[in-house]
């Protein structure tokens, strides 16, 4: 069960990365708020994967807190660093859409705070990865609470995150801060980012969903779809602050409700759906998908004189020649780059084996990571589970 769970949780970050090429490639001004539900999805996931995964480690009886740490940060970087500093690295050397200027703030993980403090997307190209420094960021500090808190404290602790980002919507108001500050600094998505947490806190303890969570949800994504779909963004500045706060809030609840019902698994049709191949296999390489993608519009618009379909503006053309170039060089990172080097991770487990442990083969320590925006794999338990199935047949 814990494979297909992950397995579904795989299924969202098709989903949510689907959404982000619609916003960028189909969508009316290159923008939707179906991009921005892309982001946040992935923002719960990151949450909810990482925080379970270090819960359970924590747990282990061999645990101890500086072996735990340093083998995340290495698996971390081992996950991500490599496709990431290879686009950097393509960019510098190309100067694509000129955007070397920016690349030192884009090397540390810094590019949220680029934008914010120009208060335009310049140089687009790199754009998206304002939301990859917002995952490091949290990769850099999480675990040291997750890891060194007192653990009965780490569920007040997320819970207190989420009330400090939800306060931060009234930053705006208070400061007139241009608009961008508002959706990059770090507080606009910690809300995200806990609530996946929360949601792992309370799994590791035995506990679902608040009822309130589990009854509301449908009512808050209607809410939220009323508002985006047929109330326009006033030009009264206050009035459209108000619009923007509730547009970021009202989707939280449900985005983790249905993180939480693909994390128990889904059953019945829809459980087959989220677990068909293709659905699977984009979610594995989400991350390169997620990467790539504005690098390889870059160059379909360049090639126009080449392709017969209309990539030069949005529409079904650029979608399905930029989709479809994307998704081939995603592939082909992942079988060639990624997966190899995902598999040097195993070295660096997160508890260390016991000496019969290690004779006898028992998957009794955790050693797989759970990967958020790179199409994770499972957990500790998965890894258990896959080993027993293997002894059994």
Known sequence: MAVARDNQLDALRAIAVTMVLY?????????????????????????????????EARAAAEFKAGPALSSFYIR?????????????GF??????EQSSGSLVWHALYLSNFWYALRNEWTPWLLCHFWS?????QFYIAWPLVVLLAPRRRVEAITIGVILLSLAYRFYWPITATPALARD??????????AFGALLACRRTRGAGLPQWMRLGWPALAAVFLAIEWLIPAPADPMLEWARWALLQILPLVPLVAVVAACSAGLGGVLGRVFELPPLLSLGRISYGVYLYHPILLSLAVKSQPWIPLNVSEQGPGRFLVA???TIAVASI????????????????????????QARSGDAGWLGRAADAYPGGSP????ALELRRTDAQR
């Open 379 to 382: 957990d500790g338990r998965a």
């Open 132 to 136: 990859l420094s917002i995952e490091e």
């Open 333 to 356: 990172s992942w079988t060639a780059f990624e997966k190899p080097l995902n598999g040097v991770k195993r070295r660096f487990p997160y508890v260390a084996r016991r000496r019969s």
């Open 91 to 96: 960019v510098w050397l190309t100067d694509l």
């Open 76 to 88: 971390r970087a081992l996950r991500i660093f490599p496709p990431y500093f290879a686009v950097l």
């Open 23 to 55: 916003s960028h490639f189909l969508a009316p001004n290159g923008s939707s708020f179906w991009g921005h539900i892309g982001v946040r999805l992935f923002f719960v996931l990151s949450g909810f994967l990482i925080t379970r995964l270090l819960l």
């Open 184 to 193: 990059l600094l770090p507080p606009a998505s910690m809300d995200a980012l």
């Open 323 to 325: 989709s479809a170039a």
